[in-house]
């Protein structure tokens, strides 16, 4: 009668499951993390496109005041402001023919002292 010996063999199998286990962990926790970074983005995203159609729809309004010729001062900029960011246009008056250029558009998002991403360490010089 041949004796097993599984000692070896047991010892292969424990490090090959320790292995697959901390692998295991670490794909899920990527796969976390990489969930939260995309829903993220796509929020920010989201309000991005919104102040853009925004902007969009206010130029369309200002073209069509310009060619009526109904635009005053007052009526060439604008700030719109959604979850922290804000879209500055402004634009140039009309001339003759109603056509007009954009002289500022700028998005911007105000800066935030309890980010979490502000006390990251930054080497030693600091």
Known sequence: MHKIRLGPIAIFLVVVAIILTTLATLTLATTNA?????????????VRYELEAQGQQFLKDYGEQAAAGAVTEADR??????????????????????????????????????????????????
């Open 34 to 46: 990489d969930k939260v970074m995309a829903e993220r983005f796509a929020s920010v995203t989201a």
């Open 77 to 126: 900029s604008r700030t719109f402001e959604n979850s922290g960011y804000t879209l500055e246009i402004e634009v140039s008056p009309p001339d003759a023919a109603g056509n007009f250029d954009i002289v500022t558009w700028h998005l911007k998002k105000d800066w935030n002292a309890d980010d979490p991403y502000t006390h990251i360490w930054k080497g030693d010089g600091q």
